[in-house]
T-cell receptor, first 111, second 118 residues
């Protein structure tokens, strides 16, 4: 069965600093991996996805993630945090007919 | 720009009342998902349908919750009777699953229905 572990339920960074949100997955088949973002009082929206093409995936708002099979990881990064990046971030892996989500990481940006 | 729509956006009701939440999936998507989100439990998958047939509702309290898809453009989630512990944000999502999706089970989420049961 597929599963996802997000390391750190809360991450706090300063504006302009590097953002790193960690995600490790478990999958019995070559995985499809996703990062979603949820801004306050909104639904989840797709940031980026890995579908077995390039291992470095670029998404919206300057985010990117790198698929590392040897480490079973799909960490999300952004070189310079902006106040508007404050949100909750969910990593997910494709399961049978559905997505399996991690518990989410709340990102706080300090001015 | 195709989107999942949900109504109502906010619902306040009293304990014991029936609540119906509606979702219009994106045209062409064959699978609809219902989620519940609370501070304590996070994001929980309640049920999902493929081609209007229920695939899995194991996440849903059976005694008071029911989910249906009367047609391809409408999914409903009902709670009867409602209880204060049902207060949460309920999300609908749609996507393509099965052979044509090839494992790419991307989901598109609606804006949610915020339910408050007093």
């Amino acid at each position: 069965a597929q599963s996802v572990t997000q390391l750190g339920s809360h991450v706090s960074v300063s504006e302009g600093a590097l953002v790193l949100l960690r995600c490790n997955y478990s999958s019995s088949v070559p995985p499809y991996l996703f990062w979603y973002v949820q801004y306050p009082n909104q639904g989840l929206q797709l940031l980026l996805k890995y579908t077995s093409a390039a291992t470095l995936v670029k998404g919206i708002n300057g985010f990117e993630a790198e698929f590392k099979k040897s480490e079973t990881s799909f960490h999300l990064t952004k070189p310079s945090a902006h106040m508007s990046d404050a949100a909750e971030y969910f990593c997910a892996v494709s399961g049978t007919q559905k997505l399996v989500f991690g518990q989410g990481t709340r990102l706080t940006i300090n001015p | 720009d195709a989107r999942v729509t949900q109504t109502p956006r906010d619902k306040v009701t009293e304990m014991g009342q029936e609540v119906t939440m509606r979702c219009q999936p994106i045209l062409g998507h064959n699978t609809v998902f219902w989620y519940r989100q609370t501070m304590m439990q996070g994001l929980e998958l309640l049920a999902y349908f493929r081609n209007r047939a229920p695939l899995d509702d194991s996440g849903m309290p059976k005694d008071r919750f029911s989910a249906e898809m009367p047609d391809a453009t409408l999914a409903t989630l009902k709670i009867q009777p409602s209880e204060p512990r049902d207060s949460a944000v309920y999300f609908c999502a749609s996507g393509r699953t099965g052979i044509l999706a090839g494992g790419n089970n991307e989901q598109f989420f609606g804006p949610g229905t915020r339910l408050t049961v007093l």
